[in-house]
């Protein structure tokens, strides 16, 4: 299985390709992308250096270009498609069907893969996507079980790349509107989730209080952990109760079910995190990159060590993991 | 300009579904969709008995579009789903791109619904080209995108080939999740839910902590917690080239609702006042909660 690894800078692409990527994704410096925080990404200097870099001990470049144009700027995913093709990138992970329509008709050679924005779910919105434009991977939305996925793996017409570790959403990817019904930007629009500029903070006697465009997201005592106000994860009332009512704040992270993922035929594991720090890259890519070639080594005698958890654990939202919807605890 | 009324989105008992279409038939409804599209567990109709009702409301003046679940995850759903796609008779809304394969791929036109991921006139161009006949602009989209893309749509050549139409009556349908957030707020296992989401034929109301109305849950979708309202926009839409307007059904007081927007729409009369407690961001292009009326 191919390890996908995230690179929001060049410090961080250089500790994934150090500790051992496969291939590394990364944006252009503007809407184009999921990630479209400030200070992240790629400008042309960076670029160059940072393709030479990777290309150079063998690691592979995919650039995502996986939000969705409005026309007002639909010549700049034109522009970041065109600029991909210029820089010799070995695929583009893309969303929108009329982007992907340009890419496809105009650099047919192009590798495409649906980016998990695309939110295909099943053979059959797969079938349309590697039928209209060729794609020849996709990333698979974090709501489906492992029996579910191994289902898919067969039927695909694709090769499949799901989620391994990192931040969890708990909505089908590429069809949540929250982020911008409470602050107007959008994953789908902008390229963002809960963004920076709308999170305030405020302390209310000994209450620390988050919010997202006015709307108190949570509330925490002295003796709780805050975390970032992502409106999925607050803690809301419903039905009299306060509680986390749509998820907990809390990371995705799969290493335990490393052997039943290659196993059920997943042909690549996406490492999330484009916005986290070159030490969190290092370190998580380190432990994926060990568990991936012991398992390759000796895939019968395959077993988790305790150190690869602690670390993930250490670096993991809340201090908690989960399998999500690969295992289903809810279900 | 029609009025279409859009598919339940919430568990109702099946009694209460027949009674609602029968008084939906005597309202000046133009388009009913039907069907479930939230969650596959919700099978208090069968495909039969949605298309016994769709015989009955077109006999009944009504253009009645099948509606198809939005996140298809089983081969089970894939074939309930294919047999909607193949029924014959009635066009399909298509909720997932698992439906517009289905239906392209046997040359069946149909009309793309609101989680149909159409951002631009390029995507509708190759959508055009695959059957689409009317699409229903993402939510989040505002008057000035909408505006934008039917230009560039007149651009390309293609904008008398689809009809558009607009969700502008209701909560808003925000998002899908695997889970099941109202089995959650129980604390139950989505598998033995017993329906218990039929206990809100409106969805269950979640509020932040200072009583503010955030989203409401409804299964595994998530819709705003206000009420989307653009019955004072019925003139600007119609100059800008809306065909279609969209209610979505509440358990209660539609047929006013229908009232009131046809009523608009026959007089030409500009309504200024709706409740203060909707929104209508998203059409200014602001946050959706948001209530620009005010402004």
Same mark, same amino acid.
């Given at each position: ?69 409005? *026309?007002?700027?639909?010549?700049? #995913?034109?522009?970041?498609? @065109? ?6 990138? =070995?695929?583009? !992970? ?45 990333v698979i ?8 996925i ?10 499949l790349e799901v989620f391994a ?29 809960? *963004?920076?500029?709308?999170?305030? #903070?405020?302390?209310?006697? @000994? ?6 465009? =006015?709307?108190? !997201? ?43 993922l290659?196993?059920?035929?997943v042909?690549a594991l996406k ?61 | ?295």
């Amino acid at each position: 299985m191919e390890l996908v690894c995230p690179a929001g800078n060049f410090p961080s692409l250089k500790a994934a390709v150090t500790h051992g990527a496969d291939a590394v994704y990364l944006g252009f410096k503007d809407e184009t992308n999921a990630r479209n925080f400030s200070g992240l990404n790629f400008n042309d200097i960076k670029l160059d250096k940072s393709l030479a870099y990777a290309r150079d001990r063998n690691v592979k470049v995919y650039i995502a270009i996986n939000t969705y144009p409005q *026309p007002s700027a639909w010549h700049k #995913w034109q522009y970041a498609i @065109d600029k991909a093709v210029d820089l010799g990138v =070995n695929a583009v !992970i893309v969303a929108d069907i009329g982007v992907m329509a340009y890419a496809a008709e105009k650099y047919p050679d192009l590798n495409l893969h649906l980016s998990v924005q695309g939110s295909a779910t099943n053979h059959a919105a797969l079938q349309f996507y590697q039928q209209q434009f060729n794609i020849k991977r996709a990333v698979i939305p974090r709501v489906l079980s492992l029996p579910q996925i191994g289902r898919l793996t067969q039927t695909s017409p694709v090769d499949l790349e799901v989620f391994a570790f990192g931040s969890l959403c708990i909505m089908a990817e590429g069809r949540c509107h929250l982020s911008s019904y409470i602050t107007g930007e959008s994953p789908n629009m902008c390229g963002v989730c809960s *963004p920076a500029k709308s999170v305030s #903070w405020k302390n209310n006697g @000994d209450v620390l209080e988050s919010r997202l465009n =006015n709307v108190l !997201i949570d509330r925490y005592h002295e003796d709780e952990h805050a975390g970032y106000p992502t409106l999925c994860k607050g803690r809301f009332e419903v039905n009299g109760n306060t509680f986390h009512a749509l998820e907990e704040p809390t990371s995705l992270n799969t290493l335990s079910v490393l052997p039943q993922l290659h196993e059920i035929g997943v042909k690549a594991l996406k490492i999330e995190g484009r916005q986290r720090s070159p030490a969190y890259i290092a370190l998580v890519v380190r432990v994926w990159r060990e568990a991936l070639d012991s398992y390759r080594r000796e895939p019968e005698l395959f077993s988790e060590r305790a150190a690869w958890q602690l670390a993930l654990h250490k670096v993991s939202e809340g201090s908690q993991t989960t399998l999500g919807a690969y295992s289903r605890p809810w279900q | 300009m029609k009025i279409s009324l859009g598919p339940i989105l919430y568990f109702w008992e099946r009694n209460t579904i027949y009674d609602f279409y029968e008084q939906i038939a005597r309202t000046p409804v133009d388009v009913v969709y039907l069907g479930e599209t939230v969650c596959a567990k919700r099978r208090q109709l069968s495909l039969g008995d949605w298309l016994d009702l769709a015989y009955t409301l077109s006999s009944r003046g009504k253009q009645v579009i099948l509606s198809t679940l939005t996140l298809i995850e089983a081969e089970s759903e894939l074939s309930q789903l294919r047999k909607i796609c193949q029924n014959g008779d009635f066009l399909v809304e298509a909720n997932d791109m698992s439906a517009v394969q289905l239906l392209s791929e046997q040359a069946i036109p149909f009309v793309a619904g609101p989680f149909i991921n159409i951002y631009n006139a390029q995507t509708l161009r190759l959508l055009v080209k695959q059957g689409l006949q009317r699409w229903v602009m993402p939510v989040e989209l505002s008057r000035q995108t909408l505006d934008q893309i039917l230009l560039e749509a007149n651009k390309l050549g293609i904008a008398d080939q689809f009809e558009t139409e607009v969700f502008s009556y209701g909560r808003l349908p925000l998002a899908f999740s695997a889970r099941c957030f109202t089995a959650r707020a129980y604390n139950i296992p989505k598998d033995s839910c017993e329906f218990i989401c039929s206990r809100h034929p409106d969805g269950m109301p979640l509020q932040s902590q200072e009583g503010d109305d955030v989203f409401t849950i409804n299964g595994i979708q998530t819709q705003s917690g206000s009420r989307y309202n653009l019955l004072p926009q019925l003139t600007a839409m119609r100059s800008l080239g809306v065909d279609i307007v969209r209610l979505s059904p509440e358990s209660s007081g539609m047929e006013d609702i229908i009232q009131q927007f046809h009523k608009a729409r026959q007089s030409g009369v500009e309504i200024l006042e709706v409740s203060s407690d909707s929104c209508n961001g998203y059409w200014f292009q602001r946050a959706g909660m948001e209530n620009c009326y005010n402004n």
